[in-house]
């Protein structure tokens, strides 16, 4: 029998029953029962202005009412000519060309097409197609980017239908694979990028894609501050183009504009989406290097690539209005600050002892939940399970959080992402802090361990 009676989607998970929402504002979402939820993750680190702003709800109309679709291929709007300007505008130095989609996986597809084809534009042919990616990365559901992906979990079912990419070790210090201290280790795990090259040969290698700071794959990992400085190097050495994957740490979600700014890095290509628009829209994009759009200049002249929605005005007028929100309510800076806070005050989770490591940076933040944490050993019953159920009673608890599993060789693993809207003041962050540590002494009671 259907448990969701009475309706006709199908929703990701078919047998859950999903609270109907009614209203969002702010950092809160509210459900027709009159239940009231802190949203703790801005629906997937998504909603980063939060719900119900009145500026893009008018942006959008009226873009609507000027004229709602045109396509990329014939006509320019002001829409996409303004969001190019802004976003260009805090982009690291030579970011300069914005090829416009709709969402994550569109805009992490877009770089393995554009990396092929900029060589084929650049060197009359070239074998170079092979990306390297990461084990414990998310870079989209479509197969190129599931190809790339290094959460087994997702790619499991879809195997044969998998590009053979190679994957390397993510900087996953809570369980270094180098069982090495951070700070000390000398990033072993960026050097296997240079080996990964030269096993496959450099001429095949195109790029290589990372996440800045990794997110739903593994929650919130962030590298030691030479893993990115040492990426660049391998990849300037090698003529590979370094991807950095901000669909989800860009736009303001670590405390800077893009994840790299931490580092002072500079990639070649950057994918972005979720923030971007903030869920008001679908909205994704690339950002290349000059160069690389030089490349198509001086040859053919076109990306063999494109989505009907690519550069649509009204996705593109909440860019805009998105953009303007961010900096007039200086967000990025509060992500920075109540990030801190919201860490400080999560700091009684260190009593827990079903939370094994509790990281991020700015409003990205990730919890690591374990069955010992003396031996950081997994739960046992499959990567996740755990997470979901830690989800399901901090709902209860009135705050969602974005669970994930499988950080442990996809066999076992669970955590989750908590990534409020960026708007979220003090008195927010607090309530979010104890609604997490309440739940989780909940879970941990009820699993038999506090
Ligand atoms: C880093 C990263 N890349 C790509 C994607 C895919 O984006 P989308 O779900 O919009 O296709 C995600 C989604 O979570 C992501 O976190």
Same mark, same amino acid.
């Given at each position: 029998? $259907?448990?969701?009676?009475?309706?006709?989607?199908?929703?990701?998970? @078919?047998?859950?029953?999903?609270?109907?929402?009614?209203?969002?504002?702010?950092? &809160?979402?509210?459900?027709?029962?009159?239940?009231? &939820?802190?949203?703790?993750?801005?629906?997937?680190?998504?909603?980063?202005?939060?719900?119900?702003?009145?500026?893009?709800?008018?942006?959008?109309?009226?873009?609507?009412?000027?004229?709602?679709?045109?396509?990329?291929?014939?006509?320019?709007?002001?829409?996409?000519?303004?969001?190019?300007?802004?976003?260009?505008?805090?982009? =690291?130095?030579?970011?300069?060309?914005?090829?416009?989609?709709? +969402?994550?996986?569109?805009?992490?597809?877009?770089?393995?097409?554009?990396?092929?084809?900029?060589?084929?534009?650049?060197?009359?042919?070239?074998?170079?197609?092979?990306?390297?990616?990461?084990?414990?990365?998310?870079?989209?559901?479509?197969?190129?980017?599931?190809?790339?992906?290094?959460?087994?979990?997702?790619?499991? =079912?879809?195997?044969?239908?998998?590009?053979?990419? $190679?994957?390397?070790?993510?900087?996953?210090? %809570?369980?270094?694979? &180098?069982?090495?201290? =951070?700070?000390?280790?000398?990033?072993?795990?960026?050097?296997?990028?240079?080996?990964?090259?030269?096993?496959?040969?450099?001429?095949?290698?195109?790029?290589?894609?990372?996440? $800045?700071?990794?997110?739903?794959?593994?929650?919130?990992?962030?590298?030691?501050?030479?893993?990115?400085?040492?990426?660049? /190097?391998?990849?300037?050495? %090698?003529?590979?183009?370094?991807?950095?994957?901000?669909?989800?740490?860009?736009?303001?979600?670590?405390?800077?504009?893009?994840?790299?700014?931490?580092?002072?890095? @500079? $990639?070649?290509?950057?994918?972005?989406?979720?923030?971007?628009?903030?869920?008001?829209?679908?909205?994704?994009?690339?950002?290349?290097?000059?160069?690389?759009?030089?490349?198509?200049?001086?040859?053919?002249?076109?990306?063999?690539?494109?989505?009907?929605?690519?550069?649509?005005?009204?996705?593109?007028?909440?860019?805009?209005?998105?953009?303007?929100?961010?900096?007039?309510? +200086?967000?990025?800076?509060?992500?920075?600050?109540?990030?801190?806070?919201?860490?400080?005050?999560?700091?009684?989770?260190?009593?827990?002892?079903?939370? +094994?490591?509790?990281?991020?940076?700015?409003?990205?933040?990730?919890?690591?939940?374990?069955?010992?944490?003396?031996?950081?050993?997994?739960?046992?019953?499959?990567?996740?399970?755990?997470?979901?159920?830690?989800?399901?009673?901090?709902?209860?608890? +009135?705050?969602?959080?974005?669970?994930?599993?499988?950080?442990? /060789?996809?066999?076992?693993?669970?955590?989750?992402?908590?990534?409020?809207?960026?708007?979220?003041?003090?008195?927010?962050?607090?309530?979010?802090?104890?609604?997490?540590?309440?739940?989780?002494?909940?879970?941990?009671?009820?699993?038999?361990?506090?």
């Amino acid at each position: 029998m $259907p448990v969701d009676e009475g309706n006709h989607i199908f929703f990701r998970n @078919v047998r859950r029953t999903h609270p109907l929402v009614v209203r969002g504002e702010g950092v &809160y979402l509210y459900d027709e029962a009159g239940n009231r &939820y802190l949203d703790g993750c801005a629906g997937a680190l998504v909603a980063n202005i939060g719900h119900g702003v009145e500026s893009v709800a008018r942006a959008m109309y009226e873009q609507a009412q000027t004229v709602g679709f045109t396509h990329l291929s014939r006509f320019a709007s002001r829409p996409i000519l303004e969001l190019g300007e802004r976003v260009t505008g805090i982009a =690291p130095e030579g970011l300069d060309r914005l090829y416009l989609v709709s +969402g994550g996986s569109e805009a992490t597809e877009s770089c393995l097409k554009m990396a092929r084809q900029y060589f084929l534009e650049r060197d009359g042919s070239s074998q170079k197609h092979v990306v390297i990616a990461r084990w414990n990365a998310y870079h989209g559901n479509t197969l190129g980017a599931l190809s790339m992906s290094g959460t087994i979990p997702r790619r499991r =079912p879809y195997t044969p239908y998998l590009l053979d990419f $190679p994957h390397i070790n993510a900087p996953y210090c %809570y369980r270094c694979p &180098y069982e090495a201290r =951070p700070g000390r280790c000398g990033v072993p795990c960026a050097h296997e990028l240079e080996d990964a090259i030269n096993r496959v040969g450099a001429e095949y290698v195109s790029a290589f894609i990372a996440e $800045p700071v990794v997110g739903a794959a593994a929650g919130a990992l962030v590298p030691p501050a030479e893993y990115l400085p040492v990426i660049r /190097e391998i990849c300037d050495r %090698y003529d590979v183009l370094f991807i950095a994957d901000e669909v989800m740490s860009g736009f303001g979600r670590t405390g800077a504009h893009f994840a790299v700014d931490h580092w002072n890095v @500079v $990639p070649d290509m950057m994918s972005l989406a979720k923030g971007m628009g903030s869920g008001y829209a679908p909205l994704g994009a690339v950002l290349a290097r000059e160069e690389i759009w030089e490349a198509f200049w001086r040859g053919s002249g076109a990306f063999v690539h494109g989505h009907t929605y690519g550069g649509n005005p009204v996705a593109c007028a909440t860019g805009v209005a998105v953009f303007d929100y961010y900096l007039e309510h +200086g967000l990025v800076d509060n992500s920075a600050h109540m990030g801190a806070l919201l860490m400080e005050a999560l700091a009684p989770l260190g009593d827990n002892p079903i939370v +094994g490591d509790v990281r991020g940076l700015g409003l990205m933040i990730g919890v690591e939940l374990v069955a010992d944490r003396a031996t950081r050993a997994p739960f046992p019953g499959g990567p996740g399970r755990m997470a979901e159920r830690a989800t399901g009673i901090l709902m209860d608890h +009135g705050v969602v959080v974005y669970p994930g599993g499988g950080s442990v /060789e996809g066999r076992a693993g669970d955590h989750f992402l908590i990534g409020p809207p960026l708007v979220i003041d003090e008195g927010e962050v607090r309530e979010l802090a104890a609604a997490v540590i309440e739940g989780l002494g909940a879970l941990a009671r009820a699993e038999g361990r506090a």
